[in-house]
């Protein structure tokens, strides 16, 4: 069974850089029809997606987010990353790192699943 | 601002069926997939593509789109249906989420 764990500091000071690890258990992270992406929550609000990477370094950004994140793939350790720079207190929430199918054709479509548990990062001085 | 729309609260009787919707013009060329999440927890994907159930999910949750709205049905709803949930598809931005539904079940 697929699982996914997120780690990395749960508190960043402002102006500073998040960064956080996915390690994909259970299966390989070279997947051909897989990304992999991260996803996070402010408290008490919704979802919102941020980016997602292909194991070869192909990588897709949210336009709003584009100037400050960067996105890794590690295939040797099974792990991706996400580093966000210059970060404030509207960066506060749970983070998500997810598998994220998707399907080209007649048809376009991708999903997020599994979801790891999580990981509450902070941002205060 | 979510390019997703969806209505932030609805009810439904135990037993009865319910259906949660999502509109937004990304719709009209991509298919939704559909998130419950309950306090505390990471979202579960429920639905995805044309009306796909991962592994897992009961067959009383469907989905269904027309135009610029897909829908998501639970068809007898039971207490532990009740959550959060999501819309989701693939825009061209990338990727958006609807706001959230909060669904109870009285």
């Known amino acids: 069974q697929l699982q996914l764990q997120e780690s990395g500091p749960g508190l960043v000071k402002p102006s500073e850089t998040l960064s956080l690890t996915c390690t994909v258990s259970?299966?390989?992270?070279?997947?051909?029809?897989?990304?992999w992406g991260w996803i996070r929550q402010p408290p008490g609000k919704g979802l919102e997606w941020i980016a997602s990477?292909?194991?070869?370094?192909?990588?897709y950004y949210k336009p709003s987010l584009r100037s400050r994140v960067t996105l890794s793939v590690d295939t040797s350790k099974n792990q991706f990353s996400l580093k966000l720079t210059s970060v404030t207190a509207a960066d506060t929430g749970v983070y998500y790192c997810?598998?994220?199918?998707?399907?080209?054709?007649?048809?376009?479509?991708?999903?997020?699943?599994?979801w790891g548990q999580g990981t509450l990062v902070t941002v205060s001085s | 601002s979510s390019e997703l729309t969806q209505d932030p609260a609805v009810s439904v009787a135990l037993g009865q069926t319910v259906r949660i919707t999502c509109q937004g013009d990304?719709?009209?060329?991509?298919?939704a997939s559909w998130y419950q999440q309950k306090p505390g927890q990471a979202p579960v994907l429920v639905i995805y593509g044309k009306n796909n159930r991962p592994s897992g999910i009961p067959d009383r949750f469907s989905g269904s789109s027309s135009g610029n709205t897909a829908s998501l049905t639970i068809t007898g709803a039971q207490a532990g249906d009740e959550a959060d949930y999501y819309c989701h598809s693939r825009d061209n931005s990338g990727n958006a989420f609807g706001g959230g539904t909060k669904l109870t079940v009285l």
């Open positions: 259970g299966g390989s992270i070279s997947s051909n029809s897989d990304y």
């Open positions: 997810v598998r994220h199918p998707q399907i080209f054709g007649a048809d376009t479509y991708n999903w997020f699943d599994p």
């Open positions: 990304s719709l009209r060329n991509y298919f």
């Open positions: 990477v292909y194991y070869s370094g192909s990588t």
